[in-house]
């Protein structure tokens, strides 16, 4: 059943432009990402709440730590909905530090670190943070160990959403693998594919059976003319696949939540780009969607949403390290 789709794109343009207005000089992606946060939560921005936030956040880190850096914006939303942000704060910092100390994943960049960090402590459950980062370090070595070359720091984060969740190491590992053979006729990249096969990997549904929800849904929006590209953005189309929604459903939600945030300030093809903009449609289509409750193994609407979300937030550092790395290439 879609609802809300349209309401949902408004919440979203409100928010962003909202939080425009409580920060300076702040990357637009990172302002829609937090933006994201608050509205799946069905949140309004609140520059007082924010400002308070942000007080937190500079009281509890120094001038030029990474904690505000460009990961500023979505912290700061991340902080706000948990409706502990000081303890969800000193919570992450905590997380991070023993990161920092664990062997094979301590060298990661520190931005890497803490949205591994911020996912271990959303979504660890009952499983003690030591015991996820433990998982998560287990399964950062396998994913180098299969693909050296593809494996890196930014993978970090992804291994950190498989690590908190319920499946056994070497099975979703084992899963993970057959979902990114199936792929290859369907998804070019090898970075994308194995990111993907990852997200995948957190249900225990039929390797093939998945596999296709996602190559059929990418294949419906190329046919409805809301393509999303074989970049990063893609890895999205994981997250929908979760939900256990027909490709065809799916992709009527994605197609109509690109043309209402196509018609909103910021989302435009030449401000937020039309592959971030089908990017962020896919969440708020996700959102939107209720999932078949008797799907074995569908996951919840919940889970898929969050998925999404941590989805959205790496790929946005992402993109904004991969541009840092060019601009700072292109000026040596």
Not at 21 to 39: F, N, Q
Not at 147 to 167: C, I, K, Q, V
Request: glycine share 6%; net charge neutral.
């Amino acid at each position: 059943m879609i609802y809300g789709i349209a309401a949902m794109a408004d919440r979203l343009a409100e928010n962003r432009e909202e939080l425009k207005k409580c920060v300076h000089l702040e990357s637009d992606r990172m302002i829609t990402a937090g933006a994201a946060v608050l509205t799946c939560q069905g949140m309004r921005a609140d520059r007082r709440v924010f400002d308070e936030c942000s007080g937190i956040l500079k009281k509890n880190t120094g001038a030029l730590s990474e904690y505000r850096g460009m990961i500023r914006i979505p912290l700061l939303c991340r902080m706000i909905v948990s409706g502990t942000p000081e303890f969800y704060l000193q919570s992450v910092q905590q997380i991070e530090d023993r990161i920092r100390h664990t062997q094979k994943i301590r060298s990661a960049s520190k931005i890497y670190r803490i949205l591994a960090a911020m996912t271990v402590f959303e979504h660890s459950g009952q499983r003690s943070a030591a015991e996820t980062v433990e998982r998560m370090r287990e399964l950062y070595v396998e994913m180098k160990t299969e693909h050296p070359w593809l494996t890196g720091e930014e993978d970090l984060p992804f291994a950190a959403l498989l690590a908190a969740s319920d499946r056994e190491v070497r099975r979703a590992m084992d899963d993970a693998e057959a979902c990114n053979s199936i792929l290859r006729n369907y998804f070019r990249s090898g970075d994308v594919r194995q990111t993907v096969s990852h997200v995948l990997a957190l249900t225990e549904e039929d390797a093939e059976a998945k596999c296709m929800r996602a190559a059929d849904l990418a294949e419906e929006l190329k046919r409805m003319g809301h393509k999303i590209s074989t970049g990063r953005e893609s890895v999205i189309l994981g997250a929908a696949a979760l939900t256990g929604v027909p490709a065809g459903i799916m992709a009527e939600a994605i197609a109509e939540a690109d043309e209402c945030l196509k018609q909103k300030k910021g989302f435009g093809n030449l401000s937020a780009g039309t592959q971030q903009r089908r990017m962020f449609a896919g969440l708020l289509a996700i959102r939107s969607l209720d999932a078949d409750r008797d799907a074995s193994a569908a996951v919840s609407t919940a889970v898929a949403v969050q998925t999404a979300l941590e989805i959205q937030m790496q790929v946005c550092v992402m993109l904004m390290m991969s541009s840092s790395a060019a601009a700072a290439s292109a000026s040596t």
